[in-house]
């Protein structure tokens, strides 16, 4: 048999082409677990049904006390903003509490479509933010600002649990103080008092002066009189006229009810 020479041509390897890379991108690097203690702290806010102060959170959830507290909240907040949550952990009334985000506030009330606690009147809505600027304050100023009497609007306040009695003034018959409670800027979403809208940016009710406890009580007498042209009756003295009953004294009495500070 002759030798033929072999033309077939077969692949070399420096003919043979490396594969084209993939396109395909790597999957994504899973996000790192929650140490225990930001579980723990995730668990007991996500159970409670009201603010937990830090150090409350850090009894239960055995951490190392306050700042241990803030920075697992802090490790929380970041988890939830990069995976997209829509809830987050806020500071209110000196604690935390688990939240959802204001966009939200539309649909989540869908669930809630009458709360009573969330409707005020008007006048108690005047009454509540006269006393939390002006805190403490006496029944005497507020209604000096309102111009009416105030006593029923701050009894509802008070039973609403938004109000208090927050001491007595040192001046004659030591009439009561009114303040705001902690319930209160839990209903209003606020850390605290510092976060009110800036008060300078509020319409004032009155001249900017001070206005003294007795003047609008000798300013109604005075009408009271020249309306029903009688003297007016004396106020009563002691600590009877200090709760805040809000029972208004008769018609030819009407100054009587500002003197009264309660």
Known sequence: MSDVEDTRNFPTADSIESPAPSCAQPPAEAAPASSPAASAVEAVLFAADKPLAPNKISD?????????????????????????????????????????????????????????????????????????????????????????????????????????IAGRAEEIGRPMLYGTTNHFLEVFGLGGLKDLPDAENLREPVAPQAVKPAE???NEQAQAEEASGQPAADAPDGDAADAPDGDAPPAGDGGDEHHEEG
Do not use: W
């Open 60 to 164: 239960i959830a055995e951490l190392g006390g306050i700042r241990a507290v803030r920075q697992v909240v802090a490790e929380l907040n970041e988890r939830y903003e990069r995976d997209g949550r829509s809830f987050r952990i806020v500071e209110i009334a000196g604690g935390y509490q688990m939240q959802t985000l204001p966009q939200y506030a539309e649909l989540v009330a869908r669930l809630h479509t009458s709360r009573s606690e969330a409707k005020l009147s008007q006048a108690a809505l005047e009454t509540l933010a006269i006393v939390a600027y002006r805190q403490p304050v006496l029944r005497a100023d507020v209604e000096a600002i309102r111009g009416v009497a105030c006593g029923e609007v701050l009894r509802n306040l008070m039973e609403k649990n938004l109000v208090r």
């Open 216 to 218: 609008p009580a000798e």
